[in-house]
């Protein structure tokens, strides 16, 4: 009795985990546009980025030499990045309905454009990013471009 319940177990668990764990990933956004070489860095693994691909929390966006992307964040936030760039998803909840806002990338080496979307204007306060000179904050339409070397 107790192999046939374990075994039982054992076969739901297998069935269902991969369901169960794949559930538990945010979506923030998704890929417009690249050109050139451009991976995300999920789960320890890298990955080619390709358009329409989508942006989870936690992926680490990293362009090459001849790299370029464009980012849609769930808010209509749009980043894009230029050659040899590394940005960071650290947190992103955008939830009106639920009054829960919070964005926090870090932008490692390389050029950005941002231009704030939704977030930055209903909770400016809750949007930050974490660059190698400082941290920028309260981006209320912002739009901004920057170039950071490490």
């Known amino acids: 009795m107790k192999k046939s319940a374990f075994g039982c177990l054992a076969f739901f668990i297998l069935c269902f985990y991969p369901i169960v764990s794949t559930a538990t990933e945010v979506v923030v956004g998704k890929v417009k546009g690249t050109r050139g070489l451009v991976s995300i860095l999920r789960d320890g693994k890298t990955?080619?980025?390709?358009?329409?691909?989508?942006i989870f929390l936690s992926d680490t966006i990293m362009t090459g030499s001849n790299g370029a992307i464009g980012i849609l964040l769930e808010d209509n936030t749009l980043i894009s990045m230029?050659?040899?760039?590394?940005?960071?998803?650290?947190?992103?909840?955008?939830?009106?309905?639920?009054?829960?806002?919070?964005?926090?990338?870090?932008?490692?080496?390389?050029?950005?454009?941002?231009?704030?979307?939704?977030?930055?204007?209903?909770?400016?306060?809750?949007?930050?990013?974490?660059?190698?000179?400082?941290?920028?904050?309260?981006?209320?339409?912002?739009?901004?471009?920057?170039?950071?070397?490490?």
């Open 47 to 54: 990955k080619p980025a390709f358009p329409h691909d989508k």
């Open 82 to 150: 230029g050659p040899i760039s590394r940005l960071e998803m650290k947190k992103f909840k955008f939830s009106p309905a639920k009054n829960e806002y919070e964005m926090s990338l870090k932008m490692g080496q390389g050029s950005f454009v941002y231009q704030s979307g939704l977030l930055g204007k209903l909770a400016p306060h809750a949007v930050t990013l974490d660059t190698p000179v400082g941290r920028i904050s309260m981006l209320k339409g912002t739009d901004f471009k920057a170039r950071f070397s490490e």
